[in-house]
């Protein structure tokens, strides 16, 4: 029931009650902190989206860095001494020629030296390789571990906010509704005083109207 309600003094002669002015805002000190809390869930959505870009790039890089680990360990085949032969130098070493015993001797313990330097460079390479992806991946896997915690923090405080917000709005709705409550059962009994009034005035009225005629009477 609204205040504008109130049933206005029918008579002429009787002074019209004033209804009470309902204030339209309540105090409540919990109000205040509702602007700075969406704020804040705002800030931390925006900083959720940048570090779950960032996540995805670093997915991306580890997938590359382990795309790059497949390719080298595919290519990394065994090396055999036969197919290190295939050099120049060795291949001009390995003609059938007639030689002597010793340049013969010579000759393999050359190509054997080959082979092994050949094996240990190519081992060398690929080990400092494997080596520096694996440094890379293990950096990356570091970097979306934190971007992860930071992201699962994140989403913890906004749902703590998200609770906080929802309990304060319930408790500014109880509030509002209780204020509401009192000041409906307010105007209903103001309005019960009014309508006492108006029917005593409406009894003072007939009274006065009855003596007057009585007075009319009773004069000469």
């Known amino acids: 029931m ?104 010579l000759q393999s313990r050359f190509s054997n030296l080959l082979s092994r330097r050949s094996i240990a460079h190519l081992s060398t390479v690929s080990s400092r390789s494997e080596a520096d992806l694996q440094i890379a991946l293990q950096r990356e896997q570091d970097l979306r571990q934190k971007a992860e915690g930071k992201l699962t923090q994140m989403n913890t405080e906004i749902e703590d906010l998200s609770v906080q917000l929802f309990q304060q709005a319930n408790e500014m709705v109880a509030t509002e509704r209780k204020a509401r409550a009192k000041l409906e059962e307010r105007v209903e009994m103001l309005e019960k005083r009014d309508d006492d009034k108006r029917k005593r005035l409406d009894r003072l009225e007939g009274a006065m109207k009855r003596i007057d005629r009585v007075r009319d009477l009773l004069a000469p």
């Open 2 to 105: 609204s205040v504008s309600t109130i049933p206005r003094m029918r008579t002429g002669t009787a002074t019209p009650l004033m209804a009470p002015q309902a204030t339209g805002g309540h105090a409540c000190p919990r109000c205040d902190t509702m602007p700075e809390a969406k704020r804040r869930i705002l800030e931390l959505e925006t900083q959720v989206r940048i570090l779950t870009e960032k996540a995805t790039a670093a997915v991306d890089k580890l997938a590359d860095y382990e795309d790059q680990l497949q390719r080298l360990k595919t290519s990394q085949s065994p090396i055999s001494p036969s197919d290190l032969t295939s050099t120049p130098v060795e291949a001009a070493l390995n003609e059938p020629v007639t030689t002597p015993p010793v340049e013969t001797k």
